[in-house]
Nanobody, 116 residues
Framework: VQLQASGGGLVQAGDSLRLSCEAS????????MGWFRQAAGKERAFVGS???????FYADSVKGRFTISRDNAKNTMYLQMNSLKPEDTAVYYC???????????WGQGTLVTVSS
């Protein structure tokens, strides 16, 4: 399986943006998928995750503003980001926990820049 993240760009504070993460191979709906982000000079941080049959889980920093969804028929996960803040600026990565032991497949990342 390979992951391709897309949808990043330059937006202003308060704007919305939707990221996509398309998997090249089939990913079972029961597999955990997640979004992470890495700001310049900082460690990669968890944003949220989703698994079919369960409510998505979010980091406190994005709860209420970001929404993760998944289209299993398209093998694609989405990250809808609303009310963006400058501190949301980062490279966003999608990942899959393919065997339940940890996120082991990563996409290449897509840059989101939020100007004030």
């Amino acid at each position: 399986v390979q992951l391709q993240a897309s949808g990043g760009g330059l937006v202003q504070a308060g704007d919305s943006l939707r990221l996509s993460c398309e998997a090249s191979g089939r990913i079972f709906s029961s597999v955990l998928m997640g979004w992470f982000r890495q700001a310049a000079g900082k460690e990669r941080a968890f944003v949220g995750s989703i698994r079919s049959g369960r409510s998505p889980f979010y980091a406190d920093s994005v709860k209420g503003r970001f929404t993760i969804s998944r289209d299993n028929a398209k093998n694609t996960m989405y990250l809808q980001m609303n009310s963006l803040k400058p501190e949301d600026t980062a490279v966003y990565y999608c990942a899959v926990n393919s065997d339940g032991t940890g996120y082991d497949v990563w996409g290449q990342g897509t840059l989101v820049t939020v100007s004030s």
